[in-house]
C-alpha cells in the first residue's frame, strides 16, 4: 500500500529498535537485547530508511556506522523517546490534580505586583513552574508556538481561534515630567515642554512604544527621537534624573515606585490613550487555571497596586481601571 504524503516516516517502536542498533552497533546484538530475531530488525531498520528516504546506516563498516541522516535522526529520536515515556507518568499526575509544568508571559507592568503571589499560586497546581517577564510581542509569538502556556500582555491574539480571553485591567495612559515641571494642559504646551526637555520613549519593539507612537502622529506631534527603553523602570528612571519627560501608564511608573516622589504626572492633552491587559490562553489545556490566574491578578492590583499608586501619587490611581 503506498504512504500517503501527510503519513509520519516513523512509529515509536521503529524509533526503539533504530536507537537499540545505535547503541549496540549490531542488528543481532540489538535483537537479542528487545528480544526479536535478527530478521525483525533488519526488517524494521530497513522500512524505516525507506520511509525516511536516506539511509541510516554504513553497512560497509563494522561496528555499523551512521551516516549524517543517522546522526540527526539518532539525536531527535533519543529527544522524541524521552518525551514519550513522560506521558503516561504525566497523564497519572493531571489524574490527581497537577500539572507537570505551566509557563507563563507576564508584561513588565505587572512584575512587581504579581510575580511573587502568582508563583506561588501555581507551584501549588504544578511541579514546574516558569514565569517570563518581558515585551507582549515576544510573549504572543511564545504562546502561538506552544513554548508558554499562558501570557498576560497588550494583545489579546484576537485573530487566532482556540484560546480562551480573561480581561485584567484597563488604564490611561499619563504624562510623567519631573517634579518641579508645571502642568501640560494644552498640545502647544507639551510642545514647548518638548523644546526644554528630551522625549524619553518606551521602544518600537513594544506594544506600549508602538501605541504611544501611533498616538502622538494623531495628534500631529512630531517629537525628535532620543532615548528609548525596552522596560517602564527605565523610562521612569530617567525622567527622575531630571531633563527628561515621557508618557507612560500608572503600572509602568508603579515598576520603579522608588523613583515616584522625584515626579509629577498630568493627563495628556487632546483625546485620552488607553490599554487593556488581558491574560491569553489555549482553552481547555489548563482546565480553571487561566481563570483563577486571572482573579488573581485583579485581586492583588486591587488590594495592593492601586492603593499603592494612589498614595505615592494622589489621583493617579483613578487612571487604572481593574476590570
Known amino acids: 500500500m503506498a504512504t500517503r504524503s501527510d503519513d509520519l516516516p516513523f512509529d515509536l517502536r521503529s524509533l526503539l529498535i533504530f536507537l537499540a542498533v545505535c547503541d549496540a552497533g549490531a542488528m543481532a546484538v540489538a535483537a537479542r537485547r528487545l528480544g526479536l530475531t535478527q530478521p525483525a530488525v533488519s526488517i524494521a531498520i530497513g522500512e524505516l530508511e525507506t520511509r525516511i528516504g536516506a539511509g541510516l546506516f554504513d553497512r560497509a563498516v563494522r561496528p555499523l556506522a551512521l551516516t549524517p541522516a543517522g546522526a540527526l535522526l539518532r539525536q531527535r529520536a533519543s529527544a522524541l523517546l524521552s518525551e514519550a515515556r513522560q506521558i503516561a507518568p ?3 499526575e493531571v489524574g490527581r490534580g497537577r500539572l507537570p509544568l505551566v509557563r507563563i508571559g507576564l508584561v513588565d507592568s505587572l512584575s512587581r505586583t504579581v510575580a511573587a503571589p502568582l508563583a506561588r499560586f501555581l507551584s501549588g497546581r504544578a511541579d514546574e513552574v516558569s514565569i517570563f517577564s ?3 510581542a515576544a510573549h504572543a509569538s511564545a504562546l ?6 499562558v501570557m498576560i500582555g497588550v494583545d489579546d491574539l484576537g485573530d487566532i481561534s482556540g484560546l480562551e480571553r480573561w480581561p485584567i485591567v484597563a488604564e490611561t495612559y499619563v504624562l510623567v515630567l519631573p517634579k518641579d515641571e508645571a502642568p501640560v494642559r494644552t498640545l502647544a504646551e507639551l510642545e514647548a515642554l518638548a523644546g526644554r526637555l528630551k522625549f524619553v520613549r518606551f521602544s518600537a519593539r513594544s506594544s506600549t512604544g508602538g501605541d504611544i507612537d501611533r498616538h502622538l502622529r494623531r495628534l500631529g506631534l512630531e517629537l525628535p527621537r532620543g532615548l528609548e527603553f525596552d522596560t517602564p523602570a527605565g523610562v521612569t528612571a530617567m525622567v527622575a534624573s531630571g531633563g527628561h519627560f515621557a508618557i507612560t501608564t500608572p503600572l509602568c511608573v508603579l515598576e520603579a515606585k522608588e523613583d515616584i516622589g522625584k515626579l509629577a504626572f ?4 487632546g483625546p485620552q490613550l488607553r490599554r487593556q491587559l488581558t491574560l491569553v490562553a489555549y482553552r481547555h489545556q489548563l482546565g480553571r487555571i487561566p481563570l483563577e490566574i486571572a482573579e ?3 485581586e492583588r492590583l486591587t488590594a495592593e497596586a492601586l492603593p499603592a499608586i494612589e498614595a505615592a501619587a494622589p489621583g493617579l490611581g483613578a487612571a487604572v481601571t481593574v476590570l
Open 266 to 269: 498630568a493627563a495628556t492633552p
Open 144 to 149: 502561538v508556538t506552544r513554548n508558554l502556556d
Open 134 to 136: 518581558g515585551l507582549t
Open 296 to 298: 488573581l491578578v485583579r
Open 90 to 92: 504525566v497523564l497519572r
